[in-house]
C-alpha cells in the first residue's frame, strides 16, 4: 500500500508536469500531445462555389519600392503604376500607418504596449518592411471576369488634413478615395476612436459608369510566416509564440488553421455562413475583420506565395446600377487580447485567447483575477492573492492530505524496521504493513486524492497566467518590472527550488532508496524550468508552495504533539 501511494503521487507529479508542458506547446505554436491528427483534405484551403472568390483575388502584396508590380495586377488604374504614400495617424492608444496604395493599413504601433525586447520601443503588431509583411488590405471583384474594380492595389487619395486625435476629440475620421476603375471608385472612411483598437471602415462603392455592376467586397489580413520574436529559451519554449490564422463562424465556431496545414493542403475550415469573422493570432495580439450583421460571407485561407498567407471574407454586395452608391460597414481590431474587451466587440473573439481544455476553469479563475486586481492595483499581488483564496478553498482538501503524510512520516521509523526485520518474507512483510495502517488508522493514498482533485484548477490558472497580456509589462515589485518574463536575478527561481526542497524534506522519506534519491532529484530537475519560465508563474508557485508549506508544517507539529501525549 506504501509503494501504491508513492505510484500514486508520482503519477499525479508526471500528469502536472504533462498538463504545463502540454500549455508550452499550445503557446508557442507547437502541436498540443492530445490534439487529434492533421484531416487529409483536398485543396481545402480554397472556398467553394465562386470562380469569383479567393481564386480571383489580387494575390500581389504590394511593398516600399515594388510598386511597379501593380500595375500588373487585376482592376489596377491603367494610367501608371500606383504611387506609395505612407501617411501616420495618431490616437492615445495607437499610431497607424496607411499606404495610399488601395488604401491598406500597413502599420499598427501599439502606444500602451512595450516591446518586448527592447523597452524604448512600442509594440508593433502590422507592419510592412522588405523583411516582414502583415497587413489589412480591403477591395473589390467583380461578378463576371470582364469587371474591373478597385482593389487593394489601386491607388487612392487621402481627403482628410488631420493626422492626430484631436484634444477632447472622440475620434479621427480618415477619409480615403480610390482611382476610378472603368468608372468605378472605391471610398474608405477610417474611423479612430480614442482608448479604442476597434477601427470602424466605412466602404462606399461609387458606380460612375453607364453600366450595372455587381461588386463583391473583400477584407483581408496578409502575413508571411515569420513568427515574432518571444523572450524565452527555445529548449523549453520552442522557437515563438503560436502565431497563425483563425476563423469563427455561427456554424462551426473557432477554427485555427496553421500555416503548415496550408503548406501541406490539409488545411479544413468552415467556407460560407451568415455569421463570423477572421483574425490572425498570436501570444498576446491579435488583428481580425469583423462584421456582426447577418451577411452571406465566404470564408477564405491561402497561400498566395513564397512565404506569404492570407485569411479573409467575401461579400456579395449585390447588383450596383449606373449612378448608384453601396455602403458596407466592417471593424478592423488590431490589438492586444484583453479577454473584457474581445468579448463586447464580437460572439467568440474572445476565444483568440487560446485557453484549450482549461476554458471551463480558466475563465472564471481570470475574472476573479481581474476583480482582485482591480482591489488591488498590481497584477504581482493580484496573483499572490488569488493564490490565497485558493488555497483558502481547498483548505480542508490539503489538510486531509497533509494529516495522511504526517501520520506517515511519524509511522515511517516503525515501517522501516518492520521492512528491515522481514526483509525475507515479503507477504509477511505486507500483512504488517497493513495491519499497522488499520491500527493507527491511516490512509497510504489519502494524500494523493485531495492533491489529484485541485490539479485541474493549479493547471488552469497556469494557463490563465500564461495567456494574459495583461502580465505583459506589468510589474510587481523591486526588480520585477515584466511578469511575462523570467526573473532577471533568478531570486525568485531559486526561492521556489528552496521551496520545493523544504516541501520535499517534510513528506515522508520512502523506504526504498533508490526512491528516496528520486523524491529530490525530480523536484530538482522541476525547479530547473523554472529559472526560465515567466516570473508571473513563478511567483504563482512560489506563493502556492509557501502556503503549503506552512500548512504542512502545522498539521506536523500538532500531529508530533499529540504522539508526545
Given at each position: 500500500m506504501n509503494d501504491l501511494r508513492r505510484t500514486l503521487l508520482w503519477s499525479v507529479f508526471a500528469v502536472s508536469l504533462l498538463m504545463m508542458w502540454d500549455g508550452w506547446l499550445r503557446h508557442t505554436g507547437q502541436p498540443s500531445l492530445f490534439a487529434p491528427p492533421a484531416p487529409q483534405a483536398t485543396a481545402a484551403a480554397e472556398p467553394q462555389g465562386a470562380g469569383s472568390g479567393a481564386a480571383s483575388l489580387p494575390k500581389a502584396v504590394a511593398t516600399p519600392g515594388t510598386a511597379a508590380a501593380a500595375a500588373t495586377a487585376p482592376g489596377v488604374a491603367?494610367?501608371?503604376?500606383?504611387?506609395?504614400?505612407?501617411?501616420?495617424?495618431?490616437?492615445?492608444?495607437?499610431?497607424?500607418?496607411?499606404?495610399?496604395q488601395g488604401g491598406d493599413v500597413v502599420k499598427v504601433e501599439l502606444l500602451k504596449h512595450l516591446?518586448?525586447?527592447?523597452?524604448?520601443?512600442?509594440?508593433?503588431?502590422?507592419?510592412?518592411?522588405?523583411?516582414?509583411?502583415?497587413?489589412?488590405?480591403?477591395?473589390?471583384?467583380?461578378?463576371?471576369?470582364?469587371?474591373?474594380?478597385?482593389?487593394?492595389?489601386?491607388?487612392?487619395?487621402?481627403?482628410?488634413?488631420?493626422?492626430?486625435l484631436a484634444n477632447g476629440a472622440d475620434a479621427l475620421v480618415v477619409k480615403l478615395e480610390s482611382a476610378p476603375v472603368d468608372g468605378?471608385?472605391?471610398?474608405?472612411?477610417?474611423?479612430?476612436?480614442?482608448?479604442?483598437?476597434?477601427?470602424?471602415?466605412?466602404?462606399?462603392?461609387?458606380?460612375?459608369?453607364?453600366?450595372?455592376?455587381?461588386?463583391?467586397?473583400?477584407?483581408?489580413?496578409?502575413?508571411?510566416?515569420?513568427?515574432?520574436?518571444?523572450?524565452?529559451?527555445?529548449?523549453?519554449?520552442?522557437?515563438?509564440?503560436?502565431?497563425?490564422?483563425a476563423i469563427y463562424s455561427a456554424k462551426s465556431k473557432y477554427q485555427k488553421v496553421d500555416f503548415k496545414h496550408l503548406d501541406e493542403k490539409t488545411a479544413e475550415f468552415e467556407k460560407n455562413d451568415t455569421h463570423g469573422w477572421v483574425a490572425m493570432?498570436?501570444?498576446?495580439?491579435?488583428?481580425?475583420?469583423?462584421?456582426?450583421?447577418a451577411a452571406e460571407r465566404t470564408f477564405f485561407v491561402d497561400k498566395t506565395g513564397p512565404n506569404l498567407y492570407r485569411t479573409g471574407m467575401l461579400f456579395p454586395?449585390?447588383?450596383?446600377?449606373?449612378?448608384?452608391?453601396?455602403?458596407?460597414?466592417?471593424?478592423?481590431?488590431?490589438?492586444?487580447?484583453?479577454?473584457?474587451?474581445?468579448?463586447?466587440?464580437?460572439?467568440?473573439?474572445?476565444?483568440?485567447?487560446?485557453?484549450?481544455?482549461?476554458?471551463?476553469?480558466?475563465?472564471?479563475?481570470?475574472?476573479?483575477?481581474?476583480?482582485?486586481?482591480?482591489?488591488?492595483?498590481?497584477?504581482?499581488?493580484?496573483?499572490?492573492?488569488?493564490?490565497?483564496?485558493?488555497?483558502?478553498?481547498?483548505?480542508?482538501?490539503?489538510?486531509?492530505?497533509?494529516?495522511?503524510?504526517?501520520?506517515m512520516k511519524a509511522l515511517n521509523p516503525r515501517i522501516q524496521a518492520m521492512r528491515e526485520s522481514l526483509k525475507d518474507n515479503p507477504q509477511q512483510m505486507q500483512q504488517e504493513m497493513l495491519k499497522i495502517y488499520r491500527e493507527e488508522k491511516v490512509?497510504?493514498?489519502?494524500?494523493?486524492?485531495?492533491?489529484?482533485?485541485?490539479?485541474?484548477v493549479f493547471i488552469s490558472l497556469y494557463s490563465v497566467l500564461l495567456s494574459s497580456v495583461e502580465m505583459r509589462n506589468a510589474p510587481w515589485i523591486g526588480w520585477i518590472h515584466d511578469l511575462s518574463v523570467k526573473d532577471p536575478f533568478f531570486v525568485l527561481p531559486a526561492?521556489?527550488?528552496?521551496?520545493?526542497?523544504?516541501?520535499?524534506?517534510?513528506?515522508?522519506?520512502?523506504?526504498?532508496?533508490?526512491?528516496?534519491?528520486?523524491?529530490?532529484?525530480?523536484?530538482?530537475?522541476?525547479?530547473?524550468?523554472?529559472?526560465?519560465?515567466p516570473s508571473g508563474l513563478v511567483l504563482y508557485w512560489l506563493t502556492n508552495n509557501i502556503l503549503s508549506i506552512a500548512q504542512q508544517w502545522m498539521i506536523n507539529r500538532k500531529i508530533e504533539a499529540a504522539a508526545g501525549k
Open positions: 491603367a494610367s501608371g503604376p500606383a504611387q506609395h504614400e505612407l501617411v501616420t495617424f495618431t490616437t492615445d492608444v495607437a499610431k497607424v500607418t496607411l499606404d495610399t516591446d518586448q525586447d527592447d523597452a524604448s520601443k512600442n509594440m508593433v503588431v502590422l507592419d510592412q518592411t522588405p523583411s516582414h509583411t502583415y497587413v489589412a488590405q480591403t477591395g473589390l471583384i467583380g461578378g463576371g471576369s470582364a469587371e474591373r474594380l478597385p482593389t487593394h492595389l489601386t491607388p487612392m487619395t487621402i481627403l482628410t488634413p488631420e493626422r492626430t468605378v471608385k472605391l471610398i474608405k472612411t477610417y474611423t479612430f476612436k480614442r482608448g479604442d483598437y476597434a477601427i470602424g471602415v466605412k466602404q462606399d462603392v461609387v458606380n460612375g459608369s453607364a453600366a450595372t455592376v455587381h461588386p463583391q467586397l473583400y477584407l483581408q489580413l496578409t502575413r508571411d510566416g515569420k513568427q515574432p520574436v518571444q523572450a524565452g529559451p527555445s529548449f523549453l519554449m520552442g522557437p515563438t509564440a503560436y502565431t497563425g490564422p493570432v498570436q501570444h498576446y495580439f491579435a488583428s481580425a475583420w469583423l462584421h456582426n450583421d454586395l449585390g447588383d450596383l446600377a449606373a449612378g448608384q452608391t453601396k455602403s458596407f460597414d466592417a471593424v478592423l481590431f488590431v490589438g492586444p487580447q484583453e479577454e473584457n474587451k474581445l468579448s463586447v466587440l464580437a460572439p467568440g473573439l474572445e476565444l483568440v485567447k487560446d485557453y484549450g481544455w482549461q476554458r471551463v476553469l480558466a475563465e472564471p479563475l481570470f475574472w476573479l483575477l481581474d476583480q482582485l486586481h482591480k482591489l488591488i492595483g498590481n497584477w504581482g499581488w493580484a496573483i499572490v492573492a488569488l493564490v490565497v483564496l485558493l488555497k483558502a478553498a481547498f483548505y480542508w482538501l490539503n489538510a486531509k492530505a497533509y494529516q495522511s503524510m504526517a501520520k490512509n497510504p493514498i489519502g494524500g494523493c486524492l485531495p492533491i489529484l482533485i485541485q490539479i485541474p526561492l521556489m527550488t528552496a521551496s520545493t526542497l523544504l516541501q520535499t524534506w517534510l513528506n515522508p522519506t520512502p523506504p526504498d532508496p533508490v526512491q528516496a534519491k528520486m523524491m529530490w532529484i525530480m523536484p530538482m530537475l522541476f525547479s530547473v524550468m523554472f529559472f526560465f519560465f
